[in-house]
């Protein structure tokens, strides 16, 4: 009869190791990144605490992201250009910690195309550059205490959301126009990484492979993009039990481009979790498999959902790219409030 | 009565969204869930900012640049009439369950979103391997369309395969039907019973016809002794 509450204590040690290996990042990294939130906010007035701060279940602000440039979609919270030059950079300061070093450098490479197409383009009305994209809180920083930061503009919506020392970047949107451009004498491609991985993927398929992940219809946007909350669909395409092991590897490391976006610690929990479910994980295409060319696929497992679909607007699908990130399960942290 | 800064102010903003945005065409996307007693039904059409005016003019009937309930109702049950569902080749008839407009101003920039939900009931439970095709003949012209099929939520179905047309305005999902426990006892329960009780009543009667046998056969023992006696 005794060994019962000790069965209970060791189960409960057990679930909660096990839940903290699936998603969490170290107790030194969420500190770091609510004191980096913290010293931002420390910067702000009265006025702009106002507009920066949600209460963590406002609906409406965790509605409110999109693909769309500002001159189409309105955003809350606080606009980088309206941020003195000290303030700018506590902000890029609380991103640096709450991302990975590749991740921070693919959100400033998609921010820096906007600032490329806004000034080839005037901007205009659909105010495109660095100055037009938001940040916001949803909740209060805290070690212990939920609560989301949101960052986001044209092309690129992160939505991620800390439980204690668990996070989640689910829901976020990224992409990118143009998809390649110059800066400082060198060729910039933010998505490039997404772009090459997928294609080695497809390409390394045999014909029969192929025969079932290639979808053989047009997929002109993204299926669950933005304004898609909480719709879940069929998963299609290859399995990822019908693939090699090295196949299976090529998947997991294209799913690392939007996983690792997050900081480290949190990567590589998620990452732990994809490997577990990868047999149940699904790969889908639509499009030609030459390299380079305009091409859709869908990344879809049990707590997974990735989509990349080019956008024939702008001429050059190629240069103008969509893409979302999703966790059925754990959207803006459900799961992890569960437990 | 606008001016030529404005009207070309206005050209150039729209040229400014079609180097970002989806311009001329209206994306409609459905997904389809199967459920055992009906058929459900979600519709997205997004315009882009080529389009919205067409589908607006369309949907504001009296102009008066606002979407009333009445009007959102009226342009549903339109969009519904060139809408078709079947499963296994007996057509659905369907019901618009709720609809979802965006303000004008929203759908003409571009970011505008109209949700239509509708269902269509099953005359019978679902059973089987069975095919559901579904078919939008809604504005051909300037349409993206896209199809799924959303994960069941009921454990019994299984979506098994989904085929599209090319541009996805025409799908068909195969999917099977497993009775559930309860279900399958319920239809199977009145067989074993009936079964149960043909067994006892042919028991009882072979017991009886013993019983009447060996009773039978002592009588004419009992004859037979009585007779040596």
Not at chain 2, 27 to 51: K, S, W, Y
Not at chain 2, 177 to 191: D, N, Q, Y
Request: charged share 25%; proline share 4%; with cysteine.
């Amino acid at each position: 009869m005794q060994a019962r509450p000790l069965l209970l204590i060791f189960l409960i040690l057990f679930a909660h190791s096990a839940l903290g290996g699936a998603s969490a990042q170290t107790d030194s990294s969420i500190s770091k990144i609510v004191a980096a939130a913290t010293s931002f906010l420390s910067t702000l007035d009265d006025a702009q605490r106002h507009k920066v701060q949600f209460e963590f279940k406002d609906e409406t602000q965790r509605k409110r992201w999109s693909n769309l440039p500002m001159g189409i979609f309105k955003r809350e919270g606080l606009r980088s250009g309206d941020l003195s030059e000290p303030q700018r950079k506590a902000m890029w300061t609380v991103l640096q910690a709450a991302l990975s070093a590749n991740g921070y450098e693919k959100i400033a490479r998609i921010v820096e195309a906007d600032e490329v197409l806004g000034k080839s383009d005037g901007g205009g009305r659909l105010m495109f550059g660095k100055d037009e994209y938001y940040v916001s809180f949803l909740g209060a920083p805290s070690a212990s205490e939920p609560w989301i930061l949101q960052f986001g503009g044209h092309h690129l919506a992160l939505n991620i959301t800390f439980v204690g020392n668990l996070a989640t970047i689910a829901p976020s949107h990224t992409g990118v126009q143009p998809a390649i451009y110059q800066l400082e004498g060198k060729t910039i491609r933010p998505l490039g990484q997404e772009t090459d991985k997928a294609f080695a993927l497809i390409n390394s398929l045999n014909d029969a492979q192929r025969k079932e992940a290639i979808l053989g219809v047009q997929m002109r946007d993204l299926v669950l993009g933005p304004g898609r909350d909480g719709q879940s669909i069929q998963p299609e395409g290859i399995k990822g039990s019908s693939l090699t092991e090295k196949q299976r590897e090529m998947l997991l490391d294209l799913a690392s481009e939007w996983t690792g976006i997050q900081n480290e610690a949190a990567a590589k929990a998620k990452m732990l979790d994809l490997q577990k479910n990868v047999a149940e994980t699904w790969f889908a295409w639509s499009g030609p498999t030459e390299k380079n060319s305009a091409a859709y696929f869908r990344i879809q497992g049990p707590t997974v959902i990735i989509e990349y679909a080019p956008q024939r607007l702008g001429g050059d699908a190629t240069k103008h790219i969509h893409t979302i990130y999703r966790e059925p399960t754990n959207e803006f942290g459900a799961g992890f409030l569960k437990h | 009565m606008k001016s030529w800064p404005l009207i070309l102010a206005m050209l150039l903003a729209i040229s400014r969204v079609a180097e970002a945005h989806r311009l001329d065409d209206l994306l409609q996307a459905a997904f389809i869930e199967i459920t055992p007693t009906e058929i459900r039904l979600q519709l997205n059409l997004n315009p882009g900012v080529e389009v919205s005016d067409k589908l607006i003019w369309m949907i504001d009937r009296d102009g008066d640049r606002t979407i009333s309930a009445a009007e959102e109702k009226i342009f549903s049950e339109c969009l519904k009439q060139r809408l078709s569902v079947s499963v296994d080749n007996h057509p659905l008839a369907l019901e618009v369950l709720s609809a979802e407009f965006d303000p004008p101003s929203e759908l003409r920039s571009g970011s505008g979103n109209i949700k239509v939900e509708m269902r269509g009931r099953l005359s019978h439970p679902l059973a089987g391997m069975l095919r559901l095709r579904f078919e939008n003949r809604n504005w051909s012209e300037m349409s993206a369309y896209l199809v799924n099929a959303v994960l069941p939520r009921n454990p019994t179905i299984r979506i098994l395969k989904q085929v599209r047309n090319d541009n996805q305005s025409l799908g068909w999902i195969d999917f099977s039907v497993e009775p559930s426990k309860s279900e399958g006892w319920t239809r199977t329960a009145p067989l074993i019973a009936t079964a149960l009780l043909a067994m006892s009543g042919l028991l009882f009667i072979c017991r009886k016809q013993r019983v009447d046998s060996i009773r039978r056969g002592n009588q004419i023992d009992g004859g037979g002794v009585a007779s040596v006696k």
